[in-house]
């Protein structure tokens, strides 16, 4: 399975950006699918997830206001809409799949799979 992280790139603090997460030969439709980030020299950090049934999301506080969530089942895809960036945003961005069916917005990266290559924020001052 792959999942493909979309959407990066370099920005000026206080633009938007949106990612797309999609998948390859894999519907993630009855799980939830959730967003990290990793900055290097950093641990890998939660930033959002999404329920399986999509009425239940879970965001980090540190962006909080800022970000949100959301799926569309019929395109096969997770979206995470980043408004108002600040330059501590800057890492590369996952997506994973929960390993559970019927899964929760869990935010710990344990519980979830097939993470793709992810694509890279950058926020300029």
């Known amino acids: 399975v792959q999942l493909q992280a979309s959407g990066g790139g370099l920005v000026q603090a206080g633009d938007s950006l949106r990612l797309s997460c999609t998948a390859s030969g894999y519907t993630f439709s009855n799980r939830a699918v959730a967003w990290f980030r990793q900055d290097p020299g950093k641990e890998r950090e939660f930033v959002a997830a999404?329920?399986?049934?999509?009425?239940?999301?879970s965001i980090a506080d540190s962006v909080k206001d800022r970000f949100t969530i959301s799926r569309d089942d019929d395109m096969n895809t997770v979206n995470l809409q980043m408004n108002s960036l600040k330059p501590e945003d800057t890492a590369v961005y996952y997506c994973?799949?929960?390993?559970?069916?019927?899964?929760?917005?869990?935010?710990?990266?344990?519980?979830?799979?097939?993470w793709g290559r992810g694509t890279l924020v950058t926020v300029s001052s």
């Open positions: 994973a799949v929960h390993l559970m069916v019927g899964s929760p917005p869990t935010t710990t990266s344990d519980e979830y799979q097939f």
């Open positions: 999404v329920s399986w049934s999509g009425r239940r999301t």
